[in-house]
């Protein structure tokens, strides 16, 4: 079992930046990629940006140029810096470890906001 708690989301103004933060426990050995998802209000969940554990990383189109996924694995946490924000970006952010054997784990969600 892995337990993923995001933070960093909140209000922001189009054009700033925020960083948003995915710290897993449990069963973390198991682990083989993290992501960052999106699910604005009456639209389907999105994949972000994700990262493997070997670093490899990919990004959404709409996303590319402007956010940045990192994974530290000595403290089992994974980032997502988030530049040049523009309010098309707003919505709950969810955090997604794959793991072995096909298990998969969500974050609880957080919420990211942004002003025009």
């Known amino acids: 079992q892995v337990h993923l708690v995001e933070s960093g989301g909140g209000l922001v103004q189009a054009g700033g930046s925020l960083r948003l933060s995915c710290a897993a426990s449990?069963?973390?050995?198991?682990?083989?990629?993290m992501g960052w998802y999106r699910q604005a209000p009456g639209k389907q969940r999105e994949l972000v940006a994700r990262i493997s554990d070997g670093g490899t990383t990919n990004y959404a189109a709409s996303v590319k140029g402007r956010f940045t996924i990192s994974r530290d694995n000595a403290k089992n946490t994974a980032h997502l810096q988030m530049n040049s924000l523009k309010p098309e970006d707003t919505a709950v952010y969810y955090c997604k470890a794959e793991a072995a054997w096909g298990h998969y784990y969500w974050g609880q969600g957080t919420q990211v906001t942004v002003s025009s």
């Open positions: 449990g069963s973390i050995y198991s682990i083989y990629s």
